[in-house]
């Protein structure tokens, strides 16, 4: 039987990152595979004279946007595989209406793998930031004072804490499973959160206000979309409590950036970014000399677990789609606006 055929178009660096040495031989074995070995991302244009005979698109970091000339020349393409999180920049809303949903195409992504390094890197801001570790190891290797007494040591835990998760999103699920090992109380925000879904996550659903007003931490997991951008303002801000710790691994525009530096520089909350608005923050940013703001470079989904994790489930959902199986990671794009 003939193999489908598959083009591969992230370099070889990328390979590398998401596909363990294993799972590349098996992708080989399983199917014909036509990979990049050029040391750039394709453009539109070279993947639209390349895309004819091909049954799947694998597509990754740095691939450029399927375009109409794509889908033109796409004659046999049933799936694409995003290896990789968000698949807006490569699809716009309107391809996905004129050509995935007419065509049947099954597009699929990585989110989940990659929500696995987030989650990880979101808990451990939290233990982080409410032990204070950042400030007790500056001080032994700057100050070379042992137990500072400047620095709170009988501070707030996650056992015993009330948790705020912004969004139950594939990242924020996976947070609230990793959060269920403390005894804390779980609050989310989440307006598509069904009432099922709310019993199945064992958490209480509520408001953005109340959470805020509720909570001893808060960790943001939202997508950007219209309703997002700035949905957490300085009022919201202002309803934390003295002493709280604010974690942001999701994007810096769903916080107001100017509201959120006003609240910081009172001293009153702990505030631990790994994305800011604009990244990188400017070499003047106020934010880079507050010492109750830990700010880490974007780096929450990096990680060799989530990393070959992604690999692995775009072979599987290729091994399924063609097995004629559900294809566990296919996007629903009757959900396009509120996707990450």
């Known amino acids: 039987m003939e193999k489908q055929k598959i083009l591969f178009i992230p370099t070889r660096s990328h390979l590398n990152l998401?596909?363990?040495?294993?799972?590349?031989?098996?992708?080989?074995?399983?199917?014909?595979?036509?990979?990049?070995?050029?040391?750039?991302?394709?453009?539109?244009?070279?993947?639209?004279?390349?895309?004819?005979?091909?049954?799947?698109?694998?597509?990754?970091?740095?691939?450029?946007?399927?375009?109409?000339s794509i889908f033109e020349n796409a004659d046999r393409l049933k799936i694409i595989a995003h290896s990789a999180g968000s698949v807006k920049q490569l699809l716009s809303e309107d391809i996905v209406r004129r050509h995935i949903i007419p065509r049947k195409i099954c597009v699929c992504n990585a989110n989940k793998a990659i929500a696995f390094n987030v989650a990880e890197a979101t808990v451990g801001l939290l233990i982080m930031a409410s032990h204070r570790f950042l400030d007790h190891v500056i001080s032994i290797r700057e100050k070379r004072i042992w137990r500072n007494p400047d620095i709170p040591w009988n501070t707030k835990t996650?056992?015993?804490?009330?948790?705020?998760?912004?969004?139950?999103?594939?990242?924020?699920?996976?947070?609230?499973?990793?959060?269920?090992?403390?005894?804390?109380?779980?609050?989310?925000?989440?307006?598509?959160?069904?009432?099922?879904?709310?019993?199945?996550?064992n958490v209480e659903k509520t408001t953005l206000e109340n959470l805020f007003r509720r909570s001893d931490f808060v960790t943001i997991h939202a997508p950007v979309?219209?309703?997002?951008?700035?949905?957490?303002?300085?009022?919201?801000?202002?309803?934390?409590?003295?002493?709280?710790?604010?974690?942001?691994?999701?994007?810096?525009?769903?916080?107001?950036?100017?509201?959120?530096?006003?609240?910081?520089?009172?001293?009153?909350?702990?505030?631990?970014?790994?994305?800011?608005?604009?990244?990188?923050?400017?070499?003047?940013?106020?934010?880079?000399?507050l010492k109750n703001v830990i700010i880490t470079p974007h780096i929450s989904g990096a990680g060799r677990y989530g990393y070959y994790r992604i690999g692995e489930m775009i072979l599987q959902a290729l091994e399924d789609y063609f097995a004629d199986k559900r294809v566990e990671v296919e996007i629903?794009?009757?959900k396009y606006n509120i996707l990450a």
């Open 18 to 68: 998401v596909f363990s040495q294993e799972t590349a031989q098996r992708l080989e074995s399983c199917f014909n595979v036509t990979f990049n070995w050029e040391d750039r991302n394709y453009t539109s244009e070279e993947v639209a004279q390349k895309i004819r005979g091909f049954d799947g698109l694998i597509t990754g970091w740095g691939s450029p946007p399927l375009t109409e």
């Open 158 to 201: 996650l056992n015993g804490s009330t948790i705020g998760v912004v969004a139950a999103s594939t990242v924020g699920r996976e947070v609230i499973r990793l959060l269920q090992a403390f005894d804390a109380k779980i609050l989310v925000y989440d307006p598509y959160l069904s009432e099922w879904e709310v019993e199945r996550l």
């Open 225 to 289: 979309t219209k309703e997002t951008v700035h949905m957490i303002n300085g009022r919201h801000l202002e309803m934390l409590r003295d002493g709280a710790v604010l974690v942001n691994t999701s994007r810096g525009v769903i916080i107001d950036q100017d509201a959120l530096l006003r609240e910081c520089e009172t001293g009153r909350i702990i505030a631990a970014l790994d994305v800011t608005d604009p990244e990188p923050l400017p070499l003047d940013s106020r934010f880079r000399d």
């Open 332 to 334: 629903n794009f009757e």
